[in-house]
């Protein structure tokens, strides 16, 4: 097992400061507290009312049947309740959609797509940590490696991380 010193410590935190708000540090606040999450949606949809808009991505999401369809949505921004509920029919669908999204991982870079994908790899029954570990350096976006983080913190076992 690998120490570090407290003077490593203190270099990286010196060399990589705390960053008052990321988008990292957002998304991880959301999967600490996922009911406060699902009590704003709530509460802003009985308070909004919903947009044309919304209410045909509302159906759009009710109507997807097909792989391609679910991930036409993951790139498609969303309200908060309709976010939700895709995120709910990505969960339902997890074995038919699990290999789609890993392949699709790989390639994407768009911002509303990754954060999608986190909440996927961060609920789903199956751990996919260990496929992380593996394709980690293939994946391209390093805005989604840094989210990915996250799932490994938040579902890896110590022993998977390598430092």
């Excluded at 209410?55 to 309200?79: D, F, V, Y």
């Excluded at 995120?87 to 699709?104: A, D, H, N, S």
């Excluded at 996927?120 to 496929?131: A, G, I, K, R, Y």
Aim: aromatic share 10%; net charge negative.
């Amino acid at each position: 097992m690998t120490t570090i010193s407290k003077k490593e410590v203190h270099k990286f935190l010196d060399k990589h400061p705390d960053i008052p708000f990321s988008a990292a540090k957002f998304e991880y606040s959301l999967y600490l507290e996922p009911e406060a999450v699902e009590y704003a949606n709530a509460i802003s949809e009985k308070m909004l009312d919903e947009s044309e808009e919304d209410l045909h991505s509302k159906r759009m999401i009710e109507q997807a049947e097909t792989t391609e369809e679910l991930l036409k949505l993951m790139r498609k921004p969303l309200s908060g309740g309709n976010r939700s509920r895709l995120r709910g029919k990505l969960l339902e669908y997890e074995t038919v959609m699990m290999p789609c999204i890993k392949e699709k991982t790989m390639k994407n870079g768009q911002d509303i797509f990754i954060e999608n994908t986190l909440y996927f790899f961060l609920h789903c029954e199956e751990n996919c940590c260990d496929w992380l570990m593996k394709e980690y350096s293939n994946i391209r976006n390093e805005y989604l490696k840094s989210m990915l983080c996250l799932v490994i913190g938040f579902r890896g076992d110590v022993e998977m991380i390598p430092f």
